[in-house]
Every structure is written in structure tokens, then in C-alpha cells.
């Protein structure tokens, strides 16, 4: 047998020291000891009527690094699903600055009027992007980081990326302290893989932004999902990637592809079809169950019955007597 490779090398000198798709040299323990939500409420938890008790999750992303990976993932599947469904960006945009903020109103006048130019060239122009922060590592860089704008762009034909260079890199520049050779513009050969890359591997700590920033991470324009909502595109998302993890798990136990296939789809429709209740650290119930409708217009039914407290009665037709709260807790007066 020949030598062992370097990653084998590695892996065997140190199996937990690999780096995960979020991490990046150096990792310390302390790094590894924040793989845990940190702005949730300490003292709540969330209790399934199987028994299972989970700390509850803040989702601050500007606050907490862990929820700011699992969004950063959300938005990953987003804007891949996109991609595959066929409808895949074609011109990507890296738009920077030489100021070193974290007010990003500075540059809303900017994003705004590179958004109107490029509209007004291409009527079905629409666009998804992420802030991000550069290291402040370079020579340069006098230690300072600075945003920048990770443009996904749709509605620009394929070979006019020098002509929509010419019309937002001026524009941006014009309003924003920026120069134009430090503009990036350019057509998109493999949408899925370029998405991955950008929203994956820029949300590691050196290019997260920095403490303190209190603006929007992520943002795209109303029409960039097609006939979807951004809610429901990110609802879609969320559902995709809770089947991956019980495919994941079902993968651990199992090397039959069906029995992998089987197991997972049944664990997942389990946890959708889960009731949780909001509990303390021991488990004590702290609020009625959320009751899980088929359709939506049976739950904003239900939504209003219960916002407007008018009668047990109207509550009973909409769900069967089994999943009924106690009326004391829906129509208490005690809120």
C-alpha cells in the first residue's frame, strides 16, 4: 500500500478537527463551544406532546453567530431551489466601498438608484443580495472592514454584462464613496454553485459583519421568486432542509436506500404533524397547543375566533373537540 494522502493524514491525526462548510482556520474552542443559539430566552423551552423538550431559539441574527449560519443556510436553499426550478440569474454584482460603516443608510440612496437605472433598461430586472464585510487582513486595509453588496441579478440578457456594468457601476460610484476598478460585473455560468458558494462560505466569522450592525443581512425584490413570496419561498426552504436533516439521520442507521427514503419521509411528516407547547426549563406547560390546521384559510379562521373571543361555539366548528385548549386559556380575559 502506498503512503497516506494529506487529508487522510489529517483525518486520522485528528478526526474532530476538520472544518465544517461554516468554519475556517483557525478554529479555537471557544468557536466551537458557541455552536449553540445565544439569544434565546434562557429560561423557556418548547415541549412536543411526544415528551421532547428543545431550548427555544432566539433567531437574532445580528446577535447570535449560530442563528446567523441556519439563516444564512435558509437563504442558500432559497435562492438554489430558485436556481433549479429554472429561473436562474444571469449577471452577479460585487458593489463595495471605501467607507468603513455599519450605518447602512449611507448607501440606500445608492442601492436605490442602481436598481432604477438597470430597471429602467430592463423592465424584468430583479435582484437578491447579501452584505457582507471584508477581513480588514489586507495590507491596506488599515485593520478596517467595509461592506459590500453580493448582487443575484435576473431580467439581464446573457452578454450584456459590459452594458450593465456601464449603467450601475457609474451610478454607484456617483453616490457612494466608491471607485469604479474596484466594481466587480460579470455573467453567471453555474448559478447553483455560485449561490452556494457566496452564501455559504462568506458567512464565516472573518466576513460576517462585524458586532454592532443592526441593519438587513439579506433582501431581494418582490418579483426575484417569480410567483412566490420571499415567506413562502423561505417556508419552502425551511421544509427542504428539515427532510435533508432526517435523510441525514436516516443515511447514519441505514445503507438501503429505500429504507432511507421510507424512514425519512415518515419522520418527517411526524414532526410537521407535532404539536408543541411553550414549557419551562423542567417542562411545565406555559401555554396552550398550537393546533395544526390543513388549510390556511381554516387557520385564519381560527385566528380570528380566537383574536375577537366571541364564542366557544364558532371555535368548535372549525376543529374537531380533540384538539381543543381549555376555553379558559383562549377566551381569559387574563392574557
Given amino acids: 500500500m502506498g503512503s497516506p494522502s494529506g487529508s487522510d493524514a489529517i483525518c486520522a491525526a485528528d478526526p474532530a478537527g476538520l472544518l465544517g462548510k461554516h468554519e475556517e482556520l483557525p478554529i479555537n474552542e ?44 435558509e437563504n442558500c436553499e432559497m435562492l438554489m431551489a430558485d436556481a433549479l426550478d429554472g429561473d436562474r440569474p444571469t449577471l452577479i454584482m460585487i458593489l463595495g466601498t471605501r467607507t468603513a460603516t455599519l450605518n447602512m443608510r449611507e448607501f440606500e440612496a445608492g442601492r436605490q438608484a442602481v436598481v432604477q437605472k ?32 453580493n448582487w443575484f441579478c435576473k431580467g439581464v440578457p446573457v452578454g450584456c454584462e459590459e452594458e450593465a456594468r456601464g449603467l450601475a457601476v457609474p451610478e454607484w460610484c456617483r453616490l457612494v464613496d466608491a471607485e469604479p476598478h474596484a466594481q466587480y460585473v460579470d455573467r453567471i455560468d453555474n448559478a447553483v454553485g455560485l449561490t452556494k458558494y457566496v452564501t455559504q462560505h462568506f458567512m464565516k466569522a472573518s466576513q460576517a459583519p462585524p458586532a454592532g450592525f443592526t441593519g438587513q443581512r439579506f433582501n431581494c425584490s418582490k418579483g426575484y421568486f417569480g410567483s412566490i413570496t420571499r415567506a413562502t419561498a423561505r417556508a419552502r426552504a425551511k421544509d427542504s432542509l428539515a427532510l435533508g436533516r432526517e435523510l441525514w439521520k436516516a443515511a447514519q442507521r441505514s445503507s438501503d436506500a429505500h429504507e432511507i427514503e421510507l ?73
Fill in 30 to 73: 471557544r468557536q466551537r463551544a458557541s455552536e449553540s443559539c445565544t439569544c434565546g430566552p434562557a429560561h423557556l423551552r418548547l415541549r412536543s406532546e411526544h415528551g421532547e423538550l428543545v431550548k427555544v431559539r432566539g433567531k437574532c441574527v445580528n446577535k447570535c453567530s449560530y442563528c446567523a449560519k441556519l439563516a444564512a443556510v
Fill in 118 to 149: 438597470l430597471r429602467r433598461r430592463w423592465p424584468a430586472f430583479e435582484y437578491a443580495y447579501q452584505v457582507e464585510f471584508t477581513t480588514g487582513y489586507g495590507p491596506h486595509s488599515g485593520g478596517l472592514r467595509r461592506p459590500h453588496w
Fill in 263 to 335: 424512514t425519512a419521509q415518515l419522520a418527517h411528516r411526524r414532526n410537521v404533524a407535532t404539536r408543541w407547547v411553550l414549557a419551562s426549563e423542567t417542562g411545565a406547560r406555559l401555554s396552550a397547543a398550537a393546533i395544526p390546521l390543513r388549510a390556511p384559510r381554516e387557520r385564519l379562521a381560527l385566528q380570528r375566533a380566537i383574536r375577537d373571543r366571541r364564542s366557544a361555539r364558532r371555535l368548535a366548528q372549525l376543529v374537531s373537540p380533540d384538539w381543543m385548549p381549555h376555553r379558559e386559556t383562549l377566551f381569559s380575559d387574563r392574557a
